[in-house]
């Protein structure tokens, strides 16, 4: 509560009321700056690109997005496939990671990560969470610092539904990929609702789309879970295909895309079953804090 206190400069009282806001309707935060901005939903402007960098409000929807279920489950299993997939530490960026709770969680498990995230807020924060647990956190002052096929992994996690061009930010996250390596990524592009203003209703069309997001860049699907939560993709050349298969998976990621891609035309039932996984497990308390 603090920590947040200090970076919003608002007293503990707001910060509990805001919090608590968000606890029960998660998203609301973000739709309430919105309307004061002025900004229509929806729809990418350069009054959003502001939005992302000077508000405060995706610090509450971050928080609170972060102790829901789906989103520790989602975090668990991407530390127990980096485990299984490389014998040691890896390289790994982390872009658009918020509070840096995915980037604690992985550097905590004993991998180098680096980090870039747009918003000045979560940035001042997760350098708090960070320090907090005896960490440091390296981050890029912007996308032009990523290096190029220097990273063994990056993770891209609920960012791709928010950019104006989803298949030019994947061509840039794959160019920062060495030869082999995996970009997870997580990007429910159907779920364009009230608590999720600033999904873009253009980007619904890549739902469940590999072809137009991924192909073009050399990246071919091996592993993940159901409903792409997360997807896992190997940087590889065309024609030698993926140097790993992960048996039992094909199928599976197969009829999740197919799934996937009926939310370009009718995602009320995809829209349904992800605020219903998103449900926030905890009551409120206090110190409202993300527990791994």
């Known amino acids: 509560m603090e920590l947040v206190a200090e970076v919003t400069d608002e007293p503990q009282e707001e910060v509990q009321r805001r919090l608590r806001k968000e606890h029960q309707r998660l998203g609301s935060n973000v739709w309430e ?81 680096t980090s870039f995230e747009v918003s000045e807020k979560c940035v001042k924060l997760a350098k708090s969470v960070f320090a907090r647990a005896g960490e440091t956190l390296r981050i890029l002052g912007s996308p032009e610092e990523v290096e190029e096929e220097a990273y063994d992994v990056v993770v891209c996690l609920d960012v791709l539904e928010h950019v104006p061009d989803p298949p030019g930010l994947v061509g840039q996250l794959a160019g920062a990929l060495r030869r082999g390596g995996r970009l997870i990524v997580h990007a429910p592009f159907f779920y364009v609702a009230w608590n ?35 997807l896992v993709l190997e940087k590889c050349d065309r024609n030698a295909g993926p140097r790993n298969r992960f048996a039992g998976r094909e199928v599976l990621l197969r009829w999740s895309g197919l799934l996937l891609s009926v939310g370009r035309f009718w995602p009320l039932p995809h829209i349904w079953v992800a605020k219903l996984l998103s449900k926030v497990e905890k009551e409120y308390k206090h110190e409202l804090w993300i527990e791994e």
């Open 196 to 230: 999720v203003v600033t999904h873009l209703r253009a980007n619904k069309k890549y739902s469940g789309d590999l072809v137009r997001l991924y192909t073009p860049h050399g990246l071919t699907p091996i592993d993940g879970q159901f409903f792409w939560d997360p």
């Open 33 to 113: 700056e919105m309307q004061r901005w002025g900004i229509e939903p929806y729809v990418w402007s350069d009054k959003l690109v502001e939005f992302y960098s000077k508000t405060d409000a995706f610090l509450y929807e971050s928080l609170v997005w972060n102790r829901t279920a789906k989103k520790n489950q989602m975090r668990k299993w991407i530390g127990e496939f980096l485990a299984r997939d490389f014998a040691g530490p890896a390289k790994i960026l982390t872009y658009g990671d918020g509070l840096g709770f995915d980037s604690l969680y992985l550097t905590k498990a004993g991998h180098d990560v």
